[in-house]
Every structure is written in structure tokens, then in C-alpha cells.
Nanobody
Framework: QVQLVESGGGLVQPGGSLRLSCAASGFTFSNYAMRWYRQAPGKERELVAAITSAGGSTNYADFVKDRFTISRDNAKNTVYLQMNSLKPEDTAVYYC???????????WGQGTQVTVSS
């Protein structure tokens, strides 16, 4: 059974940091590129960051560049999102996503809430 389980969300003050984790099981994690998305209330889901299957390349949305870092540990089947200098507009549910190619299904986690507020 495929599972992506996010954790690490919570309430943090502006300027603070959080580290999200997404633990994968039920598929060959090292074959999949991983992405973090987020969805704020009333808004569409948007891509935050992506990392290739071996972790050799990363990409970020402009609104998180130089603040967020995506990484992965294929030995632990886990992808991370280190979030620094958080802003109220970063408040959203954060989802991890596993994607290989059009010939394979993609997988989603259930999401973890991040709230940035004083």
C-alpha cells in the first residue's frame, strides 16, 4: 500500500522556521522525483519545490527561493522541506507528491498545516 505521510507542520511566528518531513512507503522511493505543493484557503494548489530522484537537482518557486530548502534521504525514504524566514503568506496546507513519468501513477500525501502568525 502506497503511503506518503507528512509531518512537522504547526504554528510558528513570522520569521520562524519549520522542517516538514514526508515519509514514503509502498513504492520504490529512489525512482521518483519528489515535490512539495501548498494550498492556502480559497486558492489553488501551487508548486513550492521539487527534487530529482537522486537529489542532484532542485527547483523552487520564486516566492520561496533563498528561504526554503528541499532535500531527500533515499535510505530513509523521506523528503524534507526546511522553511526559514516564514511569512504569514506561507500559511497553507503543505502536500508532498511523488512523480515518476506519465507511465506511472503519481502519489499524494494527506497534507500538513503550516500557520504563520503572531
Amino acid at each position: 500500500q502506497v503511503q506518503l505521510v507528512e509531518s512537522g507542520g504547526g504554528l510558528v511566528q513570522p520569521g520562524g522556521s519549520l522542517r516538514l518531513s514526508c515519509a514514503a512507503s509502498g513504492f520504490t522511493f529512489s525512482n521518483y522525483a519528489m515535490r512539495w505543493y501548498r494550498q492556502a484557503p480559497g486558492k489553488e494548489r501551487e508548486l513550492v519545490a521539487a527534487i530529482t530522484s537522486a537529489g542532484g537537482s532542485t527547483n523552487y518557486a520564486d516566492f520561496v527561493k533563498d528561504r526554503f530548502t528541499i532535500s531527500r534521504d533515499n535510505a530513509k525514504n523521506t523528503v524534507y522541506l526546511q522553511m526559514n524566514s516564514l511569512k504569514p503568506e506561507d500559511t497553507a496546507v503543505y502536500y508532498c507528491n511523488a512523480r515518476r513519468s506519465i507511465w506511472y501513477p503519481e502519489y499524494w500525501g494527506q497534507g500538513t498545516q503550516v500557520t504563520v502568525s503572531s
